[in-house]
T-cell receptor, first 116, second 111 residues
Framework: GAVVSQHPSRVICKSGTSVKIECRSL??????MFWYRQFPKQSLMLMAT?????????EQGVEKDKFLINHASLTLSTLTVTSAHPEDSSFYIC????????????FGSGTRLTVV | QKEVEQNSGPLSVPEGAIASLNCTYS??????FFWYRQYSGKSPELIMS????GDKEDGRFTAQLNKASQYVSLLIRDSQPSDSATYLC???????????FGGGTRVLVKP
C-alpha cells in the first residue's frame, strides 16, 4: 500500500528556534501534500496545501512566513516552523493523495512538537 | 454551519454491540467520503471510503451513504475494546481535493 514516512516523530525545541519536519512518499509520487495541525482533543485543521514545484497555498489564518513549506520533489515535502513559540506546540501531520484506487489520502505518522 | 459535522461523543457501547456513527456534510457536490480511525497520539488511518449511495461493507465495518440527505454513517459490528478510538469523517472539497474533517466521534467500547 501507499506509505508516507514522516520524521521526526517527536521534537522538543527552545522558543525562538526553527524546526523542520519531513514527509516522504515511499512508493508513489505525491504531487500534492497536505499539512495539518491537531491540538489536543480537537480535529485536524488543514494548514496548507503544497504542490510539487510551486508555492504552497495556505489556509486562512495560517502565517506563511512562520510555517515554511517546500515541495521540491514528487516524493518530499517539508514544513519548517520558524521562530517557534510554546503556542506552536501541537501534533503536525502530513497527508498525500496516493493516486491508488481506494487508498484515498495517506497520512504520515505525525510529529509531536513541543516548544519550551 | 460547519462543512462536516459529527457528534463528538463519547459514544459508549458494550463489547459485542453495534456502534453507529453519523456524519453530515454541507457541500452537495461532494463525491467521495472517508472514515478514518485515530488512536490517541497517532495519525489517522483509513477505514473505509465510499463513493456511491448505499452500503459498503468491509469486515466488521459498514459505511452508508445518502447523497440526497448529505449523510454518511459508519457501523461497527461486534465492537471490540480495540475499536475504542476517535472516528473522523472526511470529505474532499470541490477545489484542490483538500480534505475537510469533521470534529470526530470518540468511541469507547467497554468490556
Amino acid at each position: 500500500g501507499a506509505v508516507v514516512s514522516q520524521h521526526p516523530s517527536r521534537v522538543i525545541c527552545k522558543s525562538g528556534t526553527s524546526v523542520k519536519i519531513e514527509c516522504r512518499s515511499l512508493d508513489f509520487q505525491a504531487t500534492t501534500m497536505f499539512w495539518y495541525r491537531q491540538f489536543p482533543k480537537q480535529s485536524l485543521m488543514l494548514m496548507a496545501t503544497s504542490n510539487e514545484g510551486s508555492k504552497a497555498t495556505y489556509e486562512q489564518g495560517v502565517e506563511k512566513d512562520k510555517f515554511l513549506i517546500n515541495h521540491a520533489s514528487l516524493t518530499l515535502s517539508t514544513l519548517t516552523v520558524t521562530s517557534a513559540h510554546p503556542e506552536d506546540s501541537s501534533f503536525y501531520i502530513c497527508s498525500a493523495l496516493s493516486g491508488v484506487a481506494n487508498y484515498g489520502y495517506t497520512f504520515g505518522s505525525g510529529t509531536r512538537l513541543t516548544v519550551v | 454551519q460547519k462543512e462536516v459535522e459529527q457528534n463528538s461523543g463519547p459514544l459508549s457501547v458494550p463489547e459485542g454491540a453495534i456502534a453507529s456513527l453519523n456524519c453530515t456534510y454541507s457541500d452537495r457536490v461532494s463525491q467521495s467520503f472517508f472514515w478514518y480511525r485515530q488512536y490517541s497520539g497517532k495519525s489517522p488511518e483509513l477505514i473505509m471510503s465510499i463513493y456511491s449511495n448505499g452500503d459498503k461493507e468491509d469486515g466488521r465495518f459498514t459505511a452508508q451513504l445518502n447523497k440526497a440527505s448529505q449523510y454518511v454513517s459508519l457501523l461497527i459490528r461486534d465492537s471490540q475494546p480495540s475499536d475504542s478510538a476517535t472516528y473522523l469523517c472526511a470529505v474532499p472539497g470541490a477545489a484542490g481535493n483538500k480534505l475537510t474533517f469533521g470534529g470526530g466521534t470518540r468511541v469507547l467500547v467497554k468490556p
